[in-house]
Structures are given as C-alpha cells and as structure tokens.
C-alpha cells in the first residue's frame, strides 16, 4: 500500500459511514475477524503448569486440549467471517510456532509484525489492510488468550454485536462478560440501564482500575471487558483519528515504500509510538461504545498461572464424566 492510498483512506475518514446493510450481507460477506496473536505472555513464560513449564507464549500453547488458543481463536473466528476473510497479526519473533497452525490461511492473510508495539498498532496495522480490499468492512477482533468453557452463549453474543455495530449510528460493540471478582487486571464496562444480554449504551468505561474502584465498578453492575467487539471500518479509523492521532500520523508518513528491505519496515515499527487499545482507545471512545453482556460461557483470560490453574481445573472437571480430575496432557506440546 502507497502513502498516498491511505492519505487519502485517512482524509476520507470522518468515523461515519454509509447506511446499513442487510444483515445477510454483512455477517459473513463483509465481515473481517482480526485475531491480535502477538503478544510476548511474559507473565505465564516459565510457569509450572501441569507439571511442564511453558516455555512459548501462551496462545500457542495447547494446555491439555487438542487445539492451542491460536487454533481455538481461529475456529471462533470462522463463525464470524469466512477464512478468506480472517487475518492473525502475529510476531516475527514467533514465525516457529503460529507458521503450522496458520498453513491453511492465505499468505497475504498473515501479518507479520517486526515487533510488539501495543494492541492498538496490531489492530492498526490489521484495519490499514482490510480497508484496502474492502471500502466498507465490517471488524470482529478476537485476543488469542482466552479461556472458554460454553462457546455457543459468546458466539450468539458476537453474531448479535455485529448485527448492531452494522445498524444505525454503527457504533463499536464490546463483549462483556458477567463478573465473579472485582478483578483489578481486566477493564470494566459500566452499561446504561436496561436489560441485560441486550444491546446497551456504555456509560463507563474503565482500564485496570484499584480494587476499591473494582469493587464499586461491580457493584454498579459493571461487566469485564473481553476486548472482543465488532465495529464498522470507517468507524474504527475515526476512533483511532479522535483518540491517537499522533499513531495513526507516525504510521502514514512513516510508512515504507513497497518493495523496500526488511530493515525498513523494522525501522519503521521500531518509530511507532506503543499504544495500548484498552487504555488508550476505548477509555477515550466511551460516547461511541455499546455492549452485550454474556452469561454462563466461562469466559477468563488466561495472563496469570491463577487464572490458567482455575481455568484447567473446570476442564478436568468437566472432561470427567464422574467428576473426578482427569489427567492433563503437558501443556506446550
């Protein structure tokens, strides 16, 4: 892609766009899943779990199961999109691991980057590369490190935020999960009033608060944020436009001609400024964001040996027709 060609995506970006479509068209012709499988997992790297230490990032790893979180993400994403349609944004870094898993998917599908520089620039990097094979795509984004015990109630739940962020107003649709903890390491979405599993306005929105703020979030019937949401193209470049334009300036005047050396596109990512999606996007978007709560999918993110030993605990459990702990397979292989 040219300067000039997203110079001019950019200028034409004013976070509107067209009137909806039909949902038939936009849920599975037009509709993009982008998996943000990048990331180091530097809080699991040389954890204990199962008796083996991990020794990869944790999406792909397997943890007993057949699939790892990579491969699980990527049969979810195939709900959403078709798999032409379905881009990873993975790490150079980690080509010997998502390379077998990602064999199936189209070459030009896989983004690579030349190094983490923060969810928002993956999710940057991904929407710059669907806006150029599609002028009015619809995004569902999917983090590759969760944990999910029912599929169904989530994937019922990404169907439904798509059809919304496609209708009027085409705002962003955030997936909310009913809380058990006053968590601290997750962000919190507070709802407007109204009923829940419905489509609802956010009135808060809240990153990684203290836990006096946690427990009064929860109190106030706030919803962990999965980072899984479904949002109009146009609408996400605005987003991005209003809340970090100096990343959305860094990426188009410093982006490398086509067909230049490796070196300059390490340089090139290398300058752009690390930018957090949660904190630095959706905290500032709250007037844009909507949200659908999920029950009963026993949604956790996987980032700390808690949360994964909770986690694999309910899969024991549950693999075990008697209830009995079954034997877990080591978890990287």
Known sequence: MSRDALARMIRDADGSSPDARGPDRV?????????????????????????????????????????????????????????????????????????????????????????????????????????????????????????????????????????????????????GMEPETPETQYGWIVPERGRPGHVRAVHHFEEKPSLRNACALMERGGLWNSLIFAVSGRGLLGLFLKSVPRLVEAYQWRMPERDQPREALETWFASLPFTDLSRDILERSVPHLNVISVHDSGWTDLGTPARLDSWLERQRHRASPTGRESPTRPPTR
Do not use: Y
Not at 156 to 165: E, L, Q, S
């Open 27 to 175: 849920l599975r012709e037009r509709t993009w899943a982008v998996l943000l499988a990048g990331g180091e997992g530097t809080r699991l790297l040389g954890a204990s779990v199962a008796g083996e230490r991990v020794d990869r990032p944790k999406q792909f790893c397997r943890f007993g199961r057949d699939d790892s979180l990579l491969g699980s993400t990527l049969l979810r994403a195939r709900r959403a999109s078709d798999l032409a349609r379905i881009l990873p944004v993975v790490s150079e870094r980690h080509r010997a691991w998502w390379m077998p898993e990602l064999r199936h998917l189209p070459q030009a599908n896989v983004l690579v980057q030349p190094q983490n520089r923060g969810t928002a620039v993956a999710l940057m990097h991904a929407l710059v590369h669907v806006l150029v094979r599609d002028d009015d795509p619809m995004l569902v984004v999917f983090p590759c490190d969760h944990g999910v015990d029912e599929e169904a109630p989530l994937l019922r739940a990404v169907d439904r935020a798509v059809d919304a962020a496609s209708g009027p107003g085409r705002p962003l649709v955030l997936i």
